[in-house]
């Protein structure tokens, strides 16, 4: 037993939270919480009679993972469509291209790293319906325009064999990430030197010109946002592992897994793309 809890309503299910209850309806109940086999199932206590509720923290986190994929699905479909508008569409693809539109660049780069903080830094912001999927949708538009004016540049072809590539990597990644025994959640602050070196090493590429170090940098990019997406999966899932989001922060993982998907795109399209 691991103490007095308060029953909480969520939906039609009566289950315990650490939070405190404010429904009236249930204030005279008592609830405590067991511990079975790493599976807390939850117990509603009521004259002195313990019925066991069928809702546990392992139905909570499947839930909470059918949540995320279903809104990274709808962010890859709305960045794929804006994509292909930039890929088969030449009016758009001159318009983009043209010097004299830069600025329309710039201002999407701009809202784009806004919306990127907004959703990253503010926790009461990101947990807040609709807002969040408000400023999530937001920022998948902008990526997708940012995406497209990328690929634009790259002949079609190769950006859907990068497409290609990145899903088959992804979903064989995802397997992995789901069926290994090694815990990953541990790794996130050598990912994170790793990211800076990595930011660093991308700052001396673009001012030493060299293709050989160009396509070095996109290896190590996409090494590096491939354990990212190991990573970001295995903290959305919880379980034994070390770390674990909470199932409130919903967007916060998607946002985690569709950036390590979209950058692994960007590095595998440098690698094999070649230019209009």
């Known amino acids: 037993m691991t103490g007095r809890l308060q029953p909480v309503i969520v939906g039609d299910t009566v289950w315990c939270s650490k939070n405190t209850c404010t429904n009236k309806r249930l204030v005279d109940i008592d609830c405590q919480n067991y511990e079975t086999d790493s599976i807390f199932y939850f117990y509603l206590i009521k004259n002195s009679t313990r019925v066991k509720l069928g809702f546990s923290e392992k139905?909570?986190?499947?839930?909470?993972?059918?949540?995320?994929?279903?809104?990274?699905?709808?962010?890859?479909?709305?960045?794929?469509?804006i994509m292909c508008i930039f890929i088969y569409s030449e009016p758009v693809k001159e318009f983009v291209h043209d010097p004299k539109n830069v600025w329309l660049m710039i201002v999407v780069m701009v809202a784009t790293f806004v919306v990127l903080i907004a959703l990253a830094c503010c926790p009461n912001v990101r947990r807040s319906f609709p807002t969040n999927m408000i400023l999530l949708?937001?920022?998948?538009?902008?990526?997708?325009?940012?995406?497209?004016?990328?690929?634009?540049?790259?002949?079609?072809?190769?950006?859907?064999?990068?497409?290609?590539?990145?899903?088959?990597?992804?979903?064989?990644?995802?397997?992995?990430?789901?069926?290994?025994?090694w815990d990953f959640t541990?790794?996130?602050?050598?990912?994170?030197?790793?990211?800076?070196?990595?930011?660093?090493?991308?700052?001396?590429?673009?001012?030493?010109?060299?293709?050989?170090?160009?396509?070095?940098y996109s290896c190590l990019g996409a090494l590096l946002f491939s354990a990212y997406l190991v990573f970001d999966t295995q903290m959305m899932m919880g379980g034994k592992h070390q770390y674990a989001i909470s199932p409130e922060e919903y967007i916060f993982a998607a946002?985690?897994?569709?950036?390590?998907?979209?950058?692994?795109?960007?590095?595998?399209?440098?690698?094999?793309?070649?230019k209009d």
């Open 137 to 181: 949708t937001v920022f998948t538009v902008l990526e997708g325009f940012m995406l497209g004016v990328v690929s634009g540049k790259y002949k079609t072809e190769y950006v859907l064999m990068a497409v290609g590539i990145t899903a088959v990597v992804t979903l064989s990644l995802t397997i992995f990430a789901f069926q290994t025994k």
């Open 255 to 274: 946002l985690n897994l569709y950036l390590d998907i979209i950058n692994l795109f960007l590095f595998i399209l440098a690698i094999f793309g070649k």
């Open 59 to 81: 139905e909570v986190r499947h839930g909470f993972i059918r949540k995320v994929y279903g809104i990274l699905m709808a962010q890859l479909v709305i960045t794929f469509a």
């Open 186 to 216: 541990m790794m996130g602050g050598l990912l994170f030197v790793l990211l800076i070196v990595l930011f660093c090493f991308g700052i001396l590429c673009a001012i030493f010109r060299s293709d050989i170090a160009n396509i070095v």
